[in-house]
């Protein structure tokens, strides 16, 4: 099971990126996917998950209204548009899959499988 996360990179505050994470070795039909996000010095946290039938979103607050969280089935892959970007979002962005119950989505423990990582940078 490999989750390759990519899209990463440097952005001026207020600017736009969207990571990928495509799965190989693993169907995502029936996971919740979700991206976590890890700054220097900080505690790896929850950022956003979407459920296997895109019906149910989730999002920490700080990114609601600004980062979309998407999935696309046949290309077993899922995204994170990350709009009006803060020098706050800089992070290492993860990507996970997992079948978590409600109370875990949140939860780095709700996640069975995790991918490298992709550098974002947002500079003021």
């Known amino acids: 099971v490999q989750l390759q996360a990519s899209g990463g990179g440097l952005v001026q505050a207020g600017g736009s990126l969207r990571v990928s994470c495509a799965a190989s070795?693993?169907?995502?039909?029936?996971?919740?996917m979700g991206w976590f996000r890890q700054a220097p010095g900080k505690e790896r946290e929850f950022v956003a998950a979407?459920?296997?039938?895109?019906?149910?979103?989730f999002y920490v607050d700080s990114v609601k209204g600004r980062f979309t969280i998407s999935r696309d089935s046949t290309k077993n892959t899922v995204y994170l548009q990350m709009n009006n970007l803060k020098p706050e979002d800089t992070a290492v962005y993860y990507c996970?899959?997992?079948?978590?119950?409600?109370?875990?989505?949140?939860?780095?423990?709700?996640?069975?499988?995790w991918g490298q990582g992709t550098q974002v940078t947002v500079s003021s």
């Open positions: 996970a899959a997992g079948i978590p119950i409600l109370s875990q989505i949140r939860e780095r423990s709700g996640h069975g499988y």
């Open positions: 070795g693993i169907n995502l039909r029936g996971y919740t």
């Open positions: 979407i459920r296997w039938n895109s019906r149910h979103t």
